[in-house]
């Protein structure tokens, strides 16, 4: 699709910007690649309830988040739940980093969506070194990495019966000794020194260690928790082995400084490759949108994409609002641009691919942009008459419809449009309702077809009210006597403004 083409655009043109433009002092590899920019009002003015405002304030408190630059890696780091991948695959894992720069990741996989029937387990032993600040993705390390050794335990026969045939195909003869499974035997997949290598047929990747960001936050009571997140994982099965990750997945904690309770936690730092992790039952909770739903997080999307999203559903009539806050900076505190779009949707029924998931379709029929900074005008105002509202009239601050020009052509934007969703509900460690929607397509491309609808999830929601009021605009105007305005490069605004539909639901 067009956007696909263009994210890989921008992303060069990113680079090539970075490159002439940024100013770097000295030769030193962690000055993170940024433009200057002046001192900035991140103090919005909030209108939505105690909840909501809380929870946007809290993403927005930057002494409460510090990042580890550069990052210290030493230690054990663990999965805090089940994970879901695109496939999908459902996993847990456990890595570990020594001070001699080695490293073993223990990657164990689940035949259900709860990780409690376990299929087989990953061991995978190699060299980490740390390289320099990414150009690509702000914030993040960028290393070089080398997998000396990767080994598979199966749970079962039908497991290694399942696998073994995958393998076979790339890899004839897999496993060498007899074929039987037995118990706690290793049957080695890949080893640098032999040349061995029968990877392909699990679509198995390490490139995720190639992207990594730790952070340190400190929660109440002075309790520290330290998290790494590390490269994401292609939504496309084919592309996964060649994937230079521009984004993260979901992180892992420290297993010394961790969210409490934390029962995953506990069980995962006591497994190993033979006695993988058995997940506690989690309950089968109903699927109500009903509310209002806010990122815990500042998010990160592939291709560079910093934001926060805010959902309002109305159950009885169906229809959605949602709010993409667009950011410069990994920590959200630099808006660029806002989206605000809604239309209705339909329940499916229950997910025949992914356990535990639901499937819906998504209309969209209405949309606004708001630009919140000058490169974001700039790129706006040079659009086509009758492609993206009402050309040339495209002011720092102000909402402008697109439903009238069906779209916005500048964005990738068209309406109306349908997208095929993935949703489902859980609890989190303090017992409050989260909402995973599907993660968007890596390329950038919209799941508008079934054959498209995700098989894996975004960041959670966390419900900040159950009742449904009219929304205002967090992320848009300062208080009145501040400065709102930011001098970002427009290189730098077109890599966000460019990628929107990677965020879209």
Request: aromatic share 10%.
């Given at each position: 699709?067009?956007?696909?083409?263009?994210?890989?655009?921008?992303?060069?043109?990113?680079?090539?910007?970075?490159?002439?433009?940024?100013?770097?002092?000295?030769?030193?590899?962690?000055?993170?690649?940024s433009?200057?920019?002046?001192?900035?009002?991140?103090?919005?003015?909030?209108?939505?309830?105690?909840?909501?405002?809380?929870?946007?304030r809290?993403?927005?408190?930057?002494?409460?988040?510090?990042?580890l630059?550069?990052?210290?890696?030493?230690?054990?780091?663990?999965?805090?739940?089940?994970?879901?991948?695109?496939?999908?695959?459902?996993?847990?894992?456990?890595?570990?980093?020594?001070?001699?720069?080695?490293f073993?990741?223990?990657?164990?996989?689940?035949?259900?969506?709860?990780?409690?029937?376990?299929?087989?387990?990953?061991?995978?032993?190699?060299?980490?070194?740390?390289?320099?600040?990414?150009?690509?993705?702000?914030?993040?390390?960028?290393?070089?990495?080398?997998?000396?050794?990767?080994?598979?335990?199966?749970?079962?026969?039908?497991?290694?019966?399942?696998?073994?045939?995958?393998?076979n195909?790339?890899?004839?003869?897999?496993?060498?000794?007899?074929?039987?499974?037995?118990?706690?035997?290793?049957?080695?997949?890949?080893?640098?020194?032999?040349?061995?290598?029968?990877?392909?047929?699990?679509?198995?990747?390490?490139?995720?260690?190639?992207?990594?960001?730790?952070?340190?936050?400190?929660?109440?009571?002075?309790?520290?928790v330290?998290?790494?997140?590390?490269?994401?994982?292609?939504?496309?099965?084919?592309?996964?082995?060649?994937?230079?990750?521009?984004?993260?997945?979901?992180?892992?904690?420290?297993?010394?400084?961790?969210?409490?309770?934390?029962?995953?936690?506990?069980?995962?730092?006591?497994?190993?490759?033979?006695?993988?992790?058995?997940?506690?039952?989690?309950?089968?909770?109903?699927?109500?949108?009903?509310?209002?739903?806010?990122?815990?997080?500042?998010?990160?999307?592939?291709?560079?994409?910093?934001?926060?999203?805010?959902?309002?559903?109305?159950?009885?009539?169906?229809?959605?609002?949602?709010?993409?806050?667009?950011?410069?900076?990994?920590?959200?505190?630099?808006?660029?641009?806002?989206?605000?779009?809604?239309?209705?949707?339909?329940?499916?029924?229950?997910?025949?691919?992914?356990?535990?998931?639901?499937?819906?379709?998504?209309?969209?029929?209405?949309?606004?942009?708001?630009?919140?900074?000058?490169?974001?005008?700039?790129?706006?105002?040079?659009?086509?008459?009758?492609?993206?509202?009402?050309?040339?009239?495209?002011?720092?601050?102000?909402?402008?419809?697109?439903?009238?020009?069906?779209?916005?052509?500048s964005?990738?934007?068209?309406?109306?449009?349908?997208?095929?969703?993935?949703?489902k509900t859980?609890?989190?460690?303090?017992?409050?309702?989260?909402?995973?929607?599907?993660?968007?397509?890596?390329?950038?491309?919209?799941?508008?077809?079934?054959?498209?609808?995700?098989?894996?999830?975004?960041?959670?929601?966390?419900?900040c009210?159950?009742?449904?009021?009219?929304?205002?605009?967090?992320?848009?105007?300062?208080?009145?006597?501040?400065?709102?305005?930011?001098?970002?490069?427009?290189?730098?605004?077109?890599?966000?403004?460019?990628?929107?539909?990677?965020?879209?639901?």
């Open positions: 699709m067009m956007l696909a083409h263009l994210a890989h655009l921008v992303q060069i043109l990113s680079v090539a910007w970075a490159l002439e433009v940024l100013p770097i002092s000295g030769s030193k590899l962690w000055d993170v690649p433009a200057p920019h002046p001192q900035v009002n991140t103090t919005v003015k909030l209108q939505w309830e105690p909840q909501c405002q809380f929870q946007l809290h993403l927005q408190d930057g002494a409460r988040i510090t990042a630059v550069p990052p210290q890696l030493e230690g054990n780091w663990v999965s805090t739940g089940c994970e879901v991948r695109p496939g999908p695959e459902f996993l847990t894992r456990f890595y570990t980093f020594y001070s001699n720069r080695l073993k990741a223990l990657q164990f996989y689940y035949r259900d969506g709860g990780c409690r029937e376990p299929a087989y387990s990953l061991t995978i032993k190699g060299k980490l070194r740390l390289r320099q600040a990414s150009w690509i993705t702000r914030g993040a390390t960028e290393t070089d990495h080398h997998v000396n050794k990767v080994g598979i335990v199966f749970h079962s026969q039908a497991a290694m019966r399942e696998l073994a045939g995958r393998i195909l790339t890899c004839p003869g897999f496993p060498s000794r007899g074929g039987r499974w037995a118990p706690g035997r290793v049957y080695e997949l890949y080893n640098s020194k032999s040349g061995r290598d029968c990877r392909a047929g699990l679509g198995f990747s390490m490139l995720e260690l190639g992207l990594l960001r730790v952070e340190k936050q400190q929660h109440p009571q002075r309790r520290l330290e998290e790494l997140f590390l490269g994401d994982v292609h939504t496309d099965w084919a592309q996964r082995m060649n994937y230079r990750p521009t984004g993260y997945q979901r992180p892992l904690q420290s297993a010394m400084h961790h969210i409490h309770p934390c029962p995953a936690c506990g069980i995962i730092y006591r497994s190993n490759e033979h006695q993988p992790p058995i997940l506690p039952r989690q309950p089968d909770l109903p699927l109500e949108l009903q509310g209002k739903w806010v990122s815990r997080e500042c998010e990160v999307r592939p291709a560079v994409l910093f934001l926060t999203r805010y959902f309002i559903f109305q159950e009885r009539s169906r229809s959605w609002e949602g709010y993409y806050h667009h950011y410069s900076d990994p920590a959200c505190r630099q808006p660029t641009f806002t989206v605000h779009a809604s239309g209705r949707y339909v329940r499916g029924p229950r997910s025949a691919a992914v356990p535990g998931g639901t499937d819906f379709v998504f209309k969209v029929t209405h949309a606004k942009v708001t630009a919140l900074d000058r490169a974001s005008v700039l790129m706006l105002n040079t659009s086509e008459e009758g492609t993206c509202g009402e050309a040339g009239s495209w002011t720092l601050g102000e909402e402008q419809d697109i439903t009238g020009t069906q779209g916005c052509a964005l990738g934007i068209t309406l109306p449009h349908n997208e095929y969703e993935l949703f859980q609890l989190d460690h303090k017992q409050r309702p989260l909402l995973f929607i599907g993660e968007r397509p890596t390329d950038g491309s919209s799941p508008d077809r079934p054959e498209k609808r995700p098989t894996s999830y975004q960041a959670p929601l966390v419900q009210a159950g009742t449904v009021e009219t929304a205002a605009r967090h992320g848009q105007r300062s208080q009145p006597g501040r400065a709102s305005m930011l001098t970002a490069t427009p290189w730098a605004t077109l890599l966000g403004v460019s990628l929107y539909l990677l965020a879209v639901l």
